[in-house]
Structures are given as C-alpha cells and as structure tokens.
C-alpha cells in the first residue's frame, strides 16, 4: 500500500519567459516520504521520449523564508510518456513551514562521449507550491505548562489524600491508645471500689458478733467474685476491639505501600514522562557536557560557555543557548531531533538522528546570506547596450553560507550574425558550462548562449541577418 500524495503537472519545454506557475498544491510539513511532485515533460509534437540512461533531470527548490534544497535528482517513471517525478524530504518541508516554494526543473542529454559540441541543457519555467503547518504542531508552549500544571494538581492531590490516610492511621492509633486507657482507669476504678468496699466490711466484720462477723465475710467474697468476672469479660471485649481496630489500621498502611493510593484506572491515560524540572524549568547541563547531547532523552534544557560544540560542527556558543529534544518511535524506526538555539546571535541549529544510528550531523536553518546586489557587466566586441528598459547588461551574486546564487541579464544591439563573445563576469561563478537561450528581435531565431569561463557567447542562427534596430535580450541564473 502507498500513501504517496501525487501532484501532477505539465512542464513545457519552449524558449518563452512566462510568469511562474501555481500548481495549486500544498504539502505539510509533517509529510514523509509521501510528498510527490510528477511532471509530464513535453513540446510542441507531444512528450518527450527520455529514459534514466539517456538524461538527467534535476530540481531546485527554494523557499519564501530562504530555505533551499540541494540539487535534486527526478526519476523517470515513464519514458514513453515523458513523465518523471521526485519525493521531497521531511526536513526540507520541516524547513519550509508555513511558506510557498518556487521550483524550477533542469533536464540535460548525457554526453557519453564528453564533446562539449554534444552538451545540451534546458532549464523549464519555475512553479511554486505551498507548505502548510500540520494541525497536530499547533499545540501552544500555554497548553503545554497547562500540562504541566495537571501534574501538579495531580501530585498534589495524592499528596492529600495520604495526608488523610496519614491522619486517619493517626486516629486509629489514638483510639487503640484510649480504649487502653479505658480499660486501664476502668480496672483503676473497679479495683478501688472493691478495695474501699472490702475494707469497709472488715471494719464490719471486726465485731464480736458472729452473725455479722460471717455476713461481712460472705459478701468480701462475692464482691471478688463479681470483680473477678467482670474484669475477664472486660479484658476478652477489650481485646476483640483493639485487634479490630489494629486490623483495619493494617490495612491502610498496606494499601499506601502499595501505592495503591490512586487507582491504575484513573492513571492509565496520564502522561507519566517528566520533561521539566518540577517548577517547569529548563534542565542545565554544566560547561563541557554538550559532547553528551546525541545521549540525551526528550526534554527542555539549557547550556552556556560550550567551547566543545565546534567538535560537533558547531559554532563556539559563547552565551547561552537552548536545547529542545524530540523523539518518535515507530514499527518501521524512529528519529531524535535536536534542536539548538543559540540566543546571542539568534542561530538555530537542527540535527537529526535515526535510530538506526545514523547521524545527519548539523544543519543551520538561519540565513546568513549576502547579496552583491546588481554589478554591472562591460559590454565586449562591438556590441551595443540595448534601449530596452530592465535588461540593463548585470550580474548579481546572493551567497547563503553553504552555496551560491548567480544572476545574470542584459540586452544588447548592433548584432552580428557568426557567434561572438557578448560579455564577462568573473568566471569564478562560472565553474561550469550554462547552455540556454536568448529572446531575440521578432521573426528571429532565438540565438543559443553558451556561459563558459565567465564569458557569455551568443550563437545566432546561421539563416539569419541583423539590422540596427535588431536586439537580443538575455536572462539567466544557476547554483555553485
């Protein structure tokens, strides 16, 4: 089964500068594996017949919030048709959250016998799409300390309610300890009643008179008697109580060494992962422990003075800089991403670890890039600066730190009809042959132009002858 989401579109291949297309797709940034653009190559006599072994075809995507992609490689799933297509990775829709992409498609013949005669590339119109924030990433930092505050209430509440259990043992123990001491004033006052009692009929008895001599006698010993069994009767009625009340007390105190206090019923939907400091901080991580962080389980933490972080392809972090954790397990596998917030100079850092071990090592998802804004170009052998508006002959250069943009226009009169170098740029942004077309004077043929060593050459048609007024405008741009 595939889950692949297929936005299919048309790329025609024709020398026209037409405004960018909107596919009217969109992607999330929680796809994976399943964002798949697919484009039915073609021209005016139908698809083209291409296969993998006899073109490469290329893509370049370029976010609205200056993330990039590498340059890509499409796959040919129908040669016949001319159709080809390519998944977009998870950390570059990630990248692009929230923002529309511009893409552009660049299909070459292979020269298998490396003739630069045989050399043929063309670049199709760009296209854009959107990339859209899934529903599930809203979850706000609010909802989260909302979390945090149920554990809280939660911890609490179990506190209390041992507390109570605490105290009810307390009371329990308390009534054991007073029936103890009704038993004991009880036998106290029994005993001293028949102590006075006995001792007042052995006054009586002390008479000479026999009669009440044997009375008193009598009665000393039923009073023993009656003592003697009520304080057995007392002492098995005491017990019974005492052994009750110590069972019910046994009870409890098992119950909160089970830690039964809650019910597994009423916690089995409770998330029981820590990711905090009890009053919702950041964990620190001591000066020289980042070489740990690839260790490091999901959670919020923070670190300062991280000289070490350049052993990781890092920048020295000087100042402080928070560290955000996030793993996903799977049946297929799992990930780690860690993310890096340098505060003082406002860098984000990404690296992603799957957990087959392998390592993405570090990407900066800041722009650092700098534009050289508009230069211009000196116009060579005779050729004329054309009156055109726009197509003042320049060059530009926008550098993000990991490649580079080059940019090149210009129009140009005073035509000749034999190839001819037109102008330069400084061919250090020219390590590679561009082949591609200019737009010439109506009912002329677009002259092929050929960027080489910074010098860019026009190759009119052969059939073709120019007049004063005649011009060609010509606008380009490439990645190193």
Known sequence: MSLNKIAKFKAKNEPYLKPISDLGIGFYNLDENT?????????DYGPLLISDENVDVHGYFESSNKSVSAELDLHVTDGMNGIVQIT?????????????????LYIGLKN???????????????????VADALINK?????????IRMFDKLRDEIKTRTKEMEDDIGNIKTLVNEVKDAVTEGKADITKIKNDSISELESIANTTNTSVQQQASQAISDIQSIVDEYTTKLNDETKDKINQVNEESDKVIEAIKGNNVVTKSETEDWQKYKFTNDNGTRTYLTKGSFDNVNDLSTGLYETVGTEDAESQSLPSIASNAFIEIDVTESESGGRKQIYV???????LFLKTIHTNSVDKGWMELTSTQEDTGWLPITIKNGYNKSTLPDYEPSYRVIDYGTHKRIFVRLGVGNLTSSKN????????????????????????IPPKVIVSGGDIEFHPNNNDSYISTDYVIYQDEWII
């Open 341 to 347: 917030l340098v505060n003082y100079n406002k860098r």
């Open 88 to 104: 977009l990775d998870r950390e570059f829709l990630q990248a692009s959250t929230s923002t529309k992409v511009i893409g552009q």
């Open 421 to 444: 170098v037109v102008a330069s740029i400084p061919k250090e942004f020219n390590p590679y042959k561009i082949y591609s077309v200019g737009v010439s004077t109506i009912a002329k």
């Open 35 to 43: 964002a798949t653009l697919q484009f039915q190559i073609y021209n």
């Open 112 to 130: 298998i016998d490396n003739k630069p005669e045989y050399n043929q590339t063309a670049v199709f119109g760009k296209f854009n799409f959107e």
């Open 139 to 147: 979850v706000s930092a609010f909802t989260k300390v909302e979390y």
